[in-house]
């Protein structure tokens, strides 16, 4: 008989809640999160309210996608991506390979000083968990419109046909997170990989007439560990575990 190796959330994704920040951008838009892209992890939206709209950036070139209640949106690594709020956008994000975004799996577009080694970048991004909300406010909000600027920039290199700022802050980002990599591969095998191997296991099982792993059956729930926590791209309700 089988025995389930897996049962965490489905697929091993994460899953948690995204009201898209409504601060005005820096060139006067009404609202809209904070440029990133993710180094192995494919990330998508399902929209469950709201207007609004993700600017993507590649070495294809910049595009924008609409987002309405009902669209289900989503991008592989390497996308630098930004939310525009348009008014009231509000998201259900589901991220590929559950803990290796909060690991640390997404570089923000900030200015090349910023990327130079890991202790540099974490004091560019922190937002102070011991401050007023106020002030966690103007943290992220300054955080986001640095890297506003530096993912216009881009884009406009990209669209006057100069590959090398985006070539080099791909590189830099990839540099930053390169030490982690082997606690990230950890959290690979526990997750994801697990998954995968306990569904082989299964149809293997399947195949050879042994369904015992059917008696093994599970039912789980949790609601939000957190509630409004400032994230890259809007307030975040999280789940734990997910």
């Known amino acids: 008989m089988v025995s389930t190796a897996y049962d965490g959330f489905p697929g091993a994704v994460g899953v948690s809640r995204l009201t898209?920040?409504?601060?005005?951008?820096?060139?006067?838009?009404?609202?809209?999160?904070?440029?990133?892209?993710?180094?192995?992890?494919?990330?998508?939206?399902?929209?469950t309210a709201g207007r609004g709209a993700v600017q993507t950036l590649t070495t294809s070139g910049f595009e924008e996608t609409p987002l309405e209640p009902g669209t289900v949106a989503w991008f592989t690594p390497g996308t630098i991506h930004r939310l525009v709020n348009d008014g009231g956008l509000e998201i259900t994000v589901v991220m590929q390979n559950s803990g290796l975004p909060e690991a640390g799996d997404a570089v923000l577009t900030l200015p090349q000083d910023r990327l130079t080694d890991p202790?540099?970048?974490?004091?560019?991004?922190?937002?102070?968990a011991d401050v007023p909300e106020a002030e966690q406010v103007?943290?992220?909000?300054?955080?986001?419109?640095?890297?506003?600027?530096?993912?216009?920039e881009l884009r406009e290199a990209t669209e006057n046909g100069d590959p090398e700022p985006l070539a080099a802050f791909q590189r830099s980002a990839a540099e930053l997170?390169?030490?982690?990599?082997?606690?990230?591969?950890?959290?690979?095998?526990?997750?994801?990989?697990?998954?995968?191997?306990?569904?082989?296991a299964q149809l293997d099982a399947?195949?050879?007439?042994?369904?015992?792993?059917?008696?093994?059956?599970?039912?789980?729930?949790?609601?939000?560990?957190?509630?409004?926590?400032?994230?890259m791209c809007g307030r975040l309700d999280v789940y734990p575990g997910i």
């Open 138 to 152: 103007e943290v992220a909000r300054a955080r986001r419109d640095l890297a506003t600027r530096r993912f216009l």
């Open 206 to 231: 399947l195949r050879g007439k042994d369904d015992g792993h059917l008696a093994e059956a599970r039912v789980s729930a949790t609601g939000p560990g957190a509630r409004g926590r400032f994230g």
């Open 20 to 47: 898209v920040y409504d601060w005005p951008t820096v060139e006067g838009l009404p609202g809209g999160g904070t440029p990133h892209l993710h180094l192995t992890c494919t990330e998508g939206y399902v929209v």
């Open 119 to 128: 202790d540099t970048y974490a004091d560019a991004v922190r937002i102070p």
């Open 177 to 200: 997170v390169r030490p982690r990599l082997d606690a990230w591969e950890q959290r690979w095998r526990d997750g994801a990989h697990a998954a995968a191997e306990t569904t082989r």
